[in-house]
């Protein structure tokens, strides 16, 4: 929504800024097609040739997710903390045999199926399951198991970041596209050297809109889209750095209770349940999900 917002207050801003100085709309509104099609139509092209499918599949889903703002909210931390400590506690309690039927058949699980949006996100619960799994493999040093993780995290958020880096190419690319967009229209009114001034102040008029709309559309759209981009990843991977931290502190030997406060600090303050908030959420867990 601020996205949508944000564009229609630059648009007004500058057209109404312009207007109001005294500039005439018919000029810009009659290269505008053209000059688009040269600069947009470029700018895909070469989109298309610097990039893999991948990367295009992950920008134009990125748009997606520029609209829609960051996936996960404070009820969905909350949530997280509440299903680690139950896996966590599940292990303490009952062993690692226990947590078998829940981390190889998740979709069975009580404990995933009493957070929905949580079970329904592959991603999460595939990084659950795949290090609580290795718990019940030994693999349980807890320095070994951070720096494997650490390695996920990282390759996962590189991967993720690909659609915004290339979103921000093509934002840098459109200045140039707007010149090239210029010189085209030079190169047309040199070529009607012999028409009445008029027409070649029209025509120059009309040349100079493509340097205009290469500078708008970078600055004031597709390099900030790309920028927001990066931020919901960066924000959104906050998600899986908490998961990192509960299993960490588990296999250093913590109580479930301590495991998600040191996992409830790497929640990003503005969506971080309280001490209180986290503690009363895990007592109201049912216990029919330990069975």
């Not at 801003?13 to 005439?24: E, H």
């Not at 993780?149 to 990282?154: A, F, G, P, V, Y």
């Not at 998961?243 to 495991?259: E, F, M, R, W, Y």
């Amino acid at each position: 929504m601020f996205v949508i917002i944000g564009i229609i207050v630059v648009m007004v801003m500058a057209f109404g800024g312009y207007v109001l100085a005294g500039g005439k709309m018919a000029p810009i509104i009659k290269a505008l097609p053209l000059e688009f099609m040269i600069i947009g139509g470029s700018g895909v092209g070469a989109f298309m040739v610097t990039n893999g499918g991948g990367v295009i599949k992950k920008a134009l889903s990125g748009l997606g997710k520029v609209m829609k703002g960051p996936k996960w909210k404070s009820d969905d931390y909350r949530d997280l903390l509440c299903l680690m400590f139950a896996l966590t506690k599940l292990i303490k309690t009952k062993g690692v045999i226990a947590l078998e039927p829940h981390v190889e058949n998740p979709h069975d699980s009580k404990i995933f199926n009493n957070y929905p949006k949580l079970a329904s996100d592959h991603h999460v619960v595939d990084f659950i399951c795949d290090y609580m799994r290795m718990t019940t493999m030994n693999f349980d040093d807890p320095h070994q198991v951070e720096d494997v993780l650490m390695k996920d995290l990282e390759k996962h958020h590189h991967e993720e970041s690909e659609g915004a880096h290339a979103l921000s190419v093509l934002g840098e690319s459109f200045p140039a596209l707007g010149i090239v967009a210029a010189v085209l229209g030079v190169i047309k009114t040199m070529a009607s050297i012999d028409q009445p001034i008029e027409v070649l102040g029209a025509m120059i008029g009309g040349a100079l809109v493509g340097t205009f709309l290469g500078i708008l559309l970078s600055y004031t759209i597709a390099s900030p889209i790309a920028v927001r981009l990066q931020q919901i990843i960066d924000e959104e991977g906050h998600f899986f750095n908490v998961i990192k931290d509960v299993i960490v502190a588990h296999l250093h030997g913590n109580a479930p209770q301590i495991s998600v406060e040191i996992g409830r600090k790497s929640v990003p303050t503005h969506m971080a349940p309280t001490f209180y908030e986290l503690d009363e959420a895990v007592q109201e867990l049912p216990n029919d999900m330990f069975s």
